[in-house]
């Protein structure tokens, strides 16, 4: 997996298609200093085909890392991922914002993600922006409760309907 890493800076390095030395050799020390961040090294010389879900979420993240980004992208992090590992991927990518002064976007549909590693919030539905601001903000909007809370409405009338059933058969009994 450490060629992984070392492909991307390949790429950031603009030698992707460069034929006079192995990839392999190239950077190979920074690369292992950046599956170390991670806490991959130990398994550097590994293929990503026999590691385990979470710990491949780590080599792309090393990945991501080998680009020097100011800012980084990412789509669904905890997707797939037990709570345990969502949460040690996310507290390790802080920790890479922090020291790096880096700058994160990320979309994410666990919620305890978001409320616990988000410093500001957008909401969105239906494409639309319904709220924006901190997660204690976001977490108390009405707009946002209503929308991916629901009202209540719709239990009422379910409620109302049972009840309408129950009492007609009850009737014809």
């Known amino acids: 997996m450490a060629e992984n890493v070392q492909m991307a800076m390949l790429s950031h390095d603009g030698k992707l298609f460069s034929m006079w030395r192995r990839a ?5 020390d920074a690369a292992l200093a ?6 991959m090294k130990a398994q ?5 085909s026999e590691l385990a879900y979470g710990d491949v979420k780590r080599v792309e993240l ?25 949460n040690s991927l996310m507290a390790l990518t802080k920790d890479l914002v922090i020291q ?10 666990s919620m ?5 590693y988000a410093d500001r919030m957008i909401v969105l539905a239906r494409g639309r922006l319904i ?18 809370f629901g009202s209540g409405k719709t239990f009422e009338k379910i409620a109302e309907k049972t009840a309408a ?8 009994a």
Do not use: W
Request: proline share 7%; glycine share 6%; with cysteine.
């Open 131 to 148: 709220a924006q601001g901190k997660p204690l903000e976001i977490r108390d909007h009405p707009k946002v409760q209503e929308v991916y």
């Open 112 to 116: 305890d993600v978001v409320f616990a």
């Open 62 to 86: 090393a990945i991501a890392m080998a680009n020097s980004p100011k800012l980084l992208l990412m789509d669904e992090p905890t997707a797939g991922m037990a709570p345990k590992e969502r």
């Open 24 to 28: 392999s050799e190239h950077k190979r």
């Open 165 to 172: 059933v129950s009492a007609a058969l009850g009737e014809a």
């Open 34 to 39: 950046l599956l170390d961040q991670v806490g």
């Open 44 to 48: 550097a010389d590994r293929p990503c």
């Open 100 to 109: 790096r002064g880096l700058a994160v976007l990320f979309t994410e549909h």
